[in-house]
């Protein structure tokens, strides 16, 4: 069985549903970056998505497919931009088109937005993106949000071509029927958090389910097996089976609630908690190997959440709105609880 293509809306691109999110990259070196990305293209992959805020992650896809004639023809490269300012995203563009070493980008993306940029009002954001177009820098506007009301709002509009926003098999009825209304209104998604941050450990179900729609998935790789485990999906496309729905049901009935998604958006904490990964420890600390999060450097991490201030930062800056100290306390004191033996993991 083939991989199955899709069309992302009136953009008209058309590209196998497995894309390469190159967030994680950031966090290996340049050879083993370049390797991955080229490795990513070699086994199939078409899609590569990066941003201005992924510290030298456009460097890297610049130098895996920027460096090679012919090339840049061959792929589709999306980036993105936080500018809140018409001069900061020119300022941010350019960087962004000579880290990749490229003269266009075939989706730019206003990146996780608190509001839908529209013309006229009054903050020339949305002028900008028709400029860039109209220069031929890049070819088709999106946006990024994490918020669900925002994204809706967004694709009432009418002025983006491309949505991104997390979806996985945890999400809502919400969630659903704002995929479909993308593809109603001719809009191109893009899927983000397709393991949750991590917490959806089986790719099987996880391509299973994306494959039920016309989404793009794009997969954060930093590591070789990880590549290598999307890629063989190539190979052996799946589809949703009763048995594959069934475990999905169950992992939703375990998963589902106020949890942490670990996007890290909340960071830098003002007392230097690891919000990110402690906020969902009780999840981490039973769908992986628990000794990994039992190491003495470990408890230093959860135990540091005792220093907790209640600023309040973290809440605010949530895009899922969570109750973040209250999350991280329940998650330290079931923490303390499975050290002391008094809960079986």
Not at 28 to 33: G, L, P, T
Not at 112 to 120: A, E, I, K, S
Not at 142 to 161: C, F, M, Q
């Amino acid at each position: 069985m083939l991989m199955r293509e899709i069309v992302l809306g009136k953009t008209g691109i058309r590209v196998p549903q497995n894309a390469f999110g190159a967030l994680p990259i950031q966090r290996v070196d340049m050879n083993m970056a370049v390797k991955l990305l080229r490795g990513a293209y070699e086994g199939g992959m078409r899609f590569f998505d990066t941003a201005r805020a992924y510290s030298d992650s456009e460097e890297k896809m610049g130098q895996a497919f920027g460096t090679i004639e012919g090339m840049r023809e061959k792929i589709f490269i999306s980036s993105k931009t936080q500018a809140k300012t018409p001069d900061k995203f020119w300022e941010d563009l350019e960087t962004t088109l000579t880290n990749l070493k490229t003269d266009y980008l075939d989706i730019y993306q206003f990146h996780c937005v608190q509001q839908c940029y529209r013309p006229g009002d009054g903050t020339g954001m949305y002028e900008a993106m028709v400029e860039a177009k109209e220069q031929g820098k890049i070819r088709h506007i999106g946006i990024t949000a994490h918020l669900i009301g925002v994204a809706e709002e967004i694709v009432e509009s009418g002025l983006y071509e491309t949505l991104q926003f997390p979806f996985c098999y945890l999400a809502t009825e919400r969630d659903i029927a704002l995929v479909k209304a993308t593809e109603a209104a001719g809009m191109g998604f893009l899927a983000m958090k397709g393991l949750s941050g991590g917490l959806l450990t089986d790719s099987t179900a996880c391509m299973a389910f994306m494959s039920q729609y016309n989404v793009l998935p794009l997969w954060g790789i930093q590591r070789e097996e990880e590549l290598a485990q999307w890629l063989s999906f190539f190979e052996n496309d799946v589809e949703m089976t009763d048995e594959i729905a069934s475990f999905i049901e169950e992992d939703r009935k375990n998963l589902m609630g106020d949890f942490c998604r670990g996007c890290g958006y909340c960071m830098p904490c003002t007392v230097g908690i690891q919000i990110n990964n402690c906020a969902r420890m009780s999840q981490l600390i039973r769908r992986s190997p628990s000794q990994n999060f039992l190491s003495e450097e470990w408890q230093g991490l959860m135990m540091k959440i005792e220093e907790c201030v209640d600023c309040g930062l973290c809440k605010t800056k949530c895009p899922y709105e969570l109750d973040t100290p209250n999350l991280l306390r329940k998650n330290l004191a079931d923490y303390k609880d499975i050290l002391a033996g008094k809960v079986q993991i």
